[in-house]
């Protein structure tokens, strides 16, 4: 299995910036397909965006389309969300997390996902 870290979360004002990392161990990286997810105070846990093993496609949630950039790095097990022009609906605590399904298509329901990070908070003030 694989084990994920994510870091890089904090408190930013509106209009903001923030880049999120999450470190993977373990198992090879390359042979996951990598989401994030994000879970507000009650709220069901989100797609956000993800990317394909060799970062040739990636997916976004309408809600960030044009404002987050998701990217991944296998020679540093790292997968990356990028966050710019923050908005206070986007605070969340934020997960990655590793599909290891064989099929080609980029996932977005939260169960098809295998493994999952602890979260990092992300909170955006008005």
């Known amino acids: 299995q694989v084990q994920l870290v994510e870091s890089g979360g904090g408190l930013v004002q509106a209009g903001g910036s923030l880049r999120l990392s999450c470190a993977a161990s373990?198992?090879?990286?390359?042979?996951?397909?990598m989401g994030w997810f994000r879970q507000a105070p009650g709220k069901e846990r989100e797609f956000v965006a993800a990317?394909?093993?060799?970062?040739?496609?990636?997916y976004y949630a309408d809600s960030v389309k044009g404002r987050f950039t998701i990217t991944r790095d296998n020679a540093k097990n790292t997968v990356y969300l990028q966050m710019n022009s923050l908005k206070p609906e986007d605070t969340a605590v934020y997960y990655c997390?590793?599909?290891?399904?064989?099929?080609?298509?980029?996932?977005?329901?939260?169960?098809?996902?295998?493994?999952w990070g602890q979260g990092t908070q992300v909170t955006v003030s008005s």
């Open positions: 997390a590793a599909d290891r399904s064989i099929s080609v298509s980029l996932r977005v329901k939260s169960y098809e996902y295998d493994y």
């Open positions: 373990g198992r090879t990286f390359s042979n996951y397909k």
């Open positions: 990317i394909k093993r060799t970062g040739s496609n990636t």
